[in-house]
């Protein structure tokens, strides 16, 4: 069951590149690998944890004994519980995210925005746009960010693989941006708590190859696309919908608050992202609710929030979820203990370990990769000297890792949640990304190594 477990992953994946061939949706695909690869490691229990890869049933079996019974309450009540608490945090802020944007479109509150967008060179825009998003996903982070900025492009740009070319950009950007800060992305935000990395150490050493990992990209694009955008008309709905401008404004403001106040809630309660973002949304509800009864707005009934819910998309949604819970599965039998082990005794320098890390987290969710490294090896205490000094707090290991596991997820349109989040919301094709994307984003990866090997050098 151990490599049959294997097996159903590389097919699954597989047919998950192959969407658009064999005409099967993504979603359903990753579903069934997902919740297949539990139910297999659920049949081959015994002997998939005999086997002994599983660190967590090792912890677990120091407190508890070995029976058929304890295995089973390990599996269920554990392992599956704690992985799907993971999950749920992030498909609950995804869907709160994605209705917070749904509720600004329906108000038209992005108008105001790109209507004051006067640039319609492609080059030009693609510049003001890229680096919009990564200082943005700075401050929220890199999967809302990505929601906010692509939903603006759609009213930006009325020809579909331009939008591609521009949403492709917005992942790698959203992913570079959220490398170099502590609350940008979910695995700096586990190295920050973990104690690996202090907040401002981590922005002073990774911001400048986490620009660069931004900028080679972009450099590449804006002489890939020439000419002027072709701005879209409105939509019947939307010419027919007269919103007023004190509404959309009320209600753009309001989103745009809601989303920011995620990283701040976090930082007071300690609660995880979701629940702010849900705070949030159920406030702009309640507003929006509240201003239906006015007379400004009181035949508007395709404005309530009930209504608008109907408009996410999710099947992007189950597809992220089921990713996450194979990679679960494959986490929690022990597949990527054995992976970091292989990588950790074959490729000594930690340089080339991190750089295999960022690769890797482009095919499966880099949470689990960072923390089976940072299982694996312990912090060092300061002051210490030759190899045990890249792991100290804010270590070059560390630093190099947060860096690779956030950026390397842009390779492949897939890799990140951020990047699912474009796929789902512009329909772009996982094999139209790894053609015309992946070896720009890649490029921009080892350029951002490049740049922290030689700040290493030089220091």
Not at 170 to 180: E, Q, T
Not at 181 to 198: E, K, N
Not at 311 to 338: E, Q, W
Not at 415 to 430: K, L, T, Y
């Amino acid at each position: 069951m151990y490599y049959l477990m294997i097996e159903v992953f590389i097919f699954g994946y597989l047919l998950i590149v192959l969407e658009h061939n064999i005409h099967i949706n993504k979603a359903a695909t990753a579903l069934i690998m997902g919740a297949g690869l539990w139910a297999l490691y659920a049949i081959g229990a015994p002997e998939i944890l005999e086997l002994g890869y599983s660190e967590s049933w090792k912890d677990w079996l120091t407190v508890n004994p070995n029976s058929e019974e304890s295995m089973v309450h390990f599996l269920v009540h554990h392992e599956l519980t704690e992985h799907l608490s993971e999950i749920a945090s992030i498909v609950f802020f995804l869907m709160g995210a994605m209705t917070i944007v749904e509720v600004i479109d329906e108000y038209q509150g992005f108008r105001i925005i790109t209507n004051r967008i006067k640039v319609t060179n492609k080059a030009k825009l693609l510049v003001i746009i890229s680096f919009m998003t990564f200082f943005l996903s700075a401050a929220l982070d890199n999967l809302t960010t990505t929601i906010v900025i692509v939903a603006v492009l759609s009213k930006l740009i009325k020809d579909d693989e331009t939008r591609w070319y521009f949403a492709s950009m917005v992942v790698i950007s959203a992913n570079a941006g959220g490398a170099w800060s502590p609350i940008g992305d979910v695995t700096t935000i586990m190295l920050w708590i973990g104690g690996q990395i202090t907040a401002l150490k981590i922005i002073e050493e990774i911001f400048l190859p986490s620009l660069v990992a931004m900028i080679l990209p972009l450099i590449v694009l804006a002489f890939k696309l020439k000419g002027e955008i072709d701005i879209p008309k409105l939509s019947e709905d939307e010419s027919a919908a007269f919103i007023p401008l004190k509404d959309r404004v009320i209600v753009l403001v309001m989103g745009i608050t809601a989303l920011l106040m995620v990283p701040v809630i976090k930082s007071y309660t300690h609660l995880p992202p979701f629940i702010g973002m849900l705070l949030g949304l159920g406030a702009m509800w309640f507003i929006t609710d509240f201003k239906l009864h006015s007379k400004t707005l009181q035949d508007k009934r395709h404005l309530n929030v009930g209504r608008i819910l109907s408009k996410i998309d999710m099947p992007t949604v189950l597809f992220l979820m089921g990713i996450l819970l194979a990679v679960g599965a494959l986490s929690s039998a022990g597949h990527l203990n054995v992976m970091a082990g292989f990588m950790q005794e074959h490729f000594q320098d930690i340089y080339l370990q991190n750089t295999l890390i960022g690769v890797l987290s482009a095919i499966v969710d880099n949470v689990p990769i960072v923390a089976a490294f940072m299982g694996m090896y312990d912090i060092a205490p300061d002051g210490s000297t030759g190899e045990l000094a890249n792991f100290v707090v804010d270590g070059k290991f560390w630093e190099m890792l947060a860096y690779a596991s956030g950026t390397g997820g842009s390779i492949l349109i897939v890799g990140s949640a951020a990047g699912v989040a474009a796929m789902g919301m512009e329909r772009i094709s996982f094999l139209w990304y790894l053609k015309n994307i992946a070896w720009i984003a890649a490029l921009g990866y080892i350029g951002g190594i490049s740049l922290f090997y030689l700040e290493m050098l030089v220091m």
